[in-house]
C-alpha cells in the first residue's frame, strides 16, 4: 500500500519558470492538501480539494495554482518561481464524510530550491 | 482567523523521564480538533495524538497523552518514558472547516 507519495522529492529551478510538483494517492481519500514548510512558521495551507474539480484557497495561494482532475492526484503549480517560494511542500489527504473533520495523512514532502 | 502558539522553540528531556510540550491555541469556533505532529529528521510528518473538542476526557495514546483545558485554549502534550526515538520536531495543530493551522514546532532532544 503506497500511501501518499510526491514527486519529485528534490528540485532546483531558477527564477522565472514553470514548476509543477506532484502528489498522488492511494487511499480514495476525499480531501487533498498542500502545504509549504518554512523556517519560524510551521506549515502554512496552500490550497486544498474537497473532491475532484473542487478545490480552494488556503492561507498562503498567492503565486500558486492547483488543479484536481482524478481524486487520487493534486498536482501544485508554481506558474513563475520566485526565490521567496523556496521551501518545502507537503501534500496530505484526508476523509472528512460529513461535518467531522478527519485526520490529515502527509507524503514526504518535496524540496524545492528557486536560484 | 485562528492561531496556534508553541512557545517553546526548544526542549530537552533524559531517557526515560517525563517532558510537557505546551500549545496554546485562539479561535471563535466552538467544534473543532487539535492535533499533535512528529517531524523526525526524515521529514515525514506523523500524526501522534488528535483530540476532538467536544470531548472532554484527554486523549492518550500509549506514552502519549494530553491535557486539553478548552476553556484556556490550552492543548499540551506528555511524553512518559521518553526514548531516543521521540527526538524530532513537533507541531500542534488546530483544524476546523478543512482548514488546518500549525504552531511554528518545538525542537524535542532526548539524551542518552
Known amino acids: 500500500d503506497a500511501g501518499i507519495t510526491q514527486s519529485p522529492r528534490y528540485k532546483i529551478t531558477e527564477t522565472g519558470r514553470q514548476v509543477t510538483l506532484m502528489c498522488h494517492q492511494t487511499w480514495s481519500h476525499s480531501y487533498m492538501f498542500w502545504y509549504r514548510q518554512d523556517l519560524g512558521h510551521g506549515l502554512r495551507l496552500i490550497y486544498y480539494?474537497?473532491?475532484?474539480?473542487?478545490?480552494d484557497k488556503g492561507e498562503v495561494p498567492d503565486g500558486y495554482v492547483v488543479s484536481r482532475s482524478k481524486t487520487e492526484n493534486f498536482p501544485l503549480t508554481l506558474e513563475s518561481a520566485t526565490r521567496s517560494q523556496t521551501s518545502v511542500y507537503f501534500c496530505?489527504?484526508?476523509?472528512?464524510?460529513?461535518?467531522?473533520?478527519?485526520?490529515?495523512?502527509f507524503g514526504p514532502g518535496t524540496r524545492l530550491l528557486v536560484l | 482567523a485562528q492561531t496556534v502558539t508553541q512557545s517553546q522553540p526548544e526542549m530537552s528531556v533524559q531517557e526515560a523521564e517525563t517532558v510537557t510540550l505546551s500549545c496554546t491555541y485562539d479561535?471563535?469556533?466552538?467544534?473543532?480538533?487539535l492535533f499533535w505532529y512528529k517531524q523526525p529528521p526524515s521529514r515525514q510528518m506523523i500524526l501522534v495524538i488528535r483530540?476532538?473538542?467536544?470531548?472532554?476526557q484527554n486523549a492518550t495514546e500509549n506514552r502519549f497523552s494530553v491535557n486539553f483545558q478548552k476553556a484556556a485554549k490550552s492543548f499540551s502534550l506528555k511524553i512518559s518514558d521518553s526514548q531516543l526515538g521521540d527526538t524530532a520536531m513537533y507541531f500542534c495543530?488546530?483544524?476546523?472547516?478543512?482548514?488546518?493551522?500549525f504552531g511554528a514546532g518545538t525542537r524535542l532532544t532526548v539524551k542518552p
Open positions: 479561535t471563535s469556533e466552538n467544534n473543532y480538533y
Open positions: 483530540q476532538e473538542a467536544y470531548k472532554q
Open positions: 480539494s474537497a473532491a475532484a474539480d473542487i478545490t
Open positions: 496530505a489527504s484526508s476523509e472528512s464524510p460529513g461535518t467531522r473533520y478527519e485526520t490529515q495523512y
Open positions: 495543530a488546530f483544524g476546523v472547516n478543512n482548514d488546518m493551522r
